[in-house]
């Protein structure tokens, strides 16, 4: 049993900044897991959008996000952070927080939450 509630979500104006939080509990879930954030686009499918290991310091972004976005962790409260700048109308989509062992993350992570809107208007 692994939850994992995403947070943050919502509409903002292009170049404009969000923050997503997605915070783990259940039994299941080891602090050691790496988590990070797939999107979805309408019509598209879902992509890698950054990921972070335990210590914090390994750090993966999507090409298509480097230099605007910053993933970022608190072990302590097992939450993981979504920092968006500079956000373009082509980044809209359902953003999903995932969780699984650090082999497997980018490609079929084990947990997946329930997704938060992002829009990103003109």
């Known amino acids: 049993q692994v939850q994992l509630v995403e947070s943050g979500g919502g509409l903002v104006q292009a170049g404009g900044s969000l923050r997503l939080s997605c915070a783990a509990s259940?039994?299941?879930?080891?602090?050691?897991?790496?988590m990070g954030w797939f999107r979805q686009a309408p019509g598209k499918e879902r992509e890698f959008v950054a990921t972070t290991f335990y210590s914090g310091g390994s750090t993966y972004y999507a090409d298509s996000v480097k230099g605007r976005f910053t993933i970022s962790r608190d072990n302590a409260k097992n939450t993981v952070y979504l920092q968006m700048n500079s956000l373009k109308p082509e980044d809209t989509a359902v953003y999903y927080c995932?969780?699984?062992?650090?082999?497997?993350?980018?490609?079929?992570?084990?947990?997946w939450g329930q997704g938060t809107q992002v829009t990103v208007s003109s």
């Open positions: 259940g039994r299941s879930f080891s602090s050691s897991y790496a």
């Open positions: 995932v969780a699984g062992a650090s082999g497997n993350i980018r490609t079929i992570p084990a947990y």
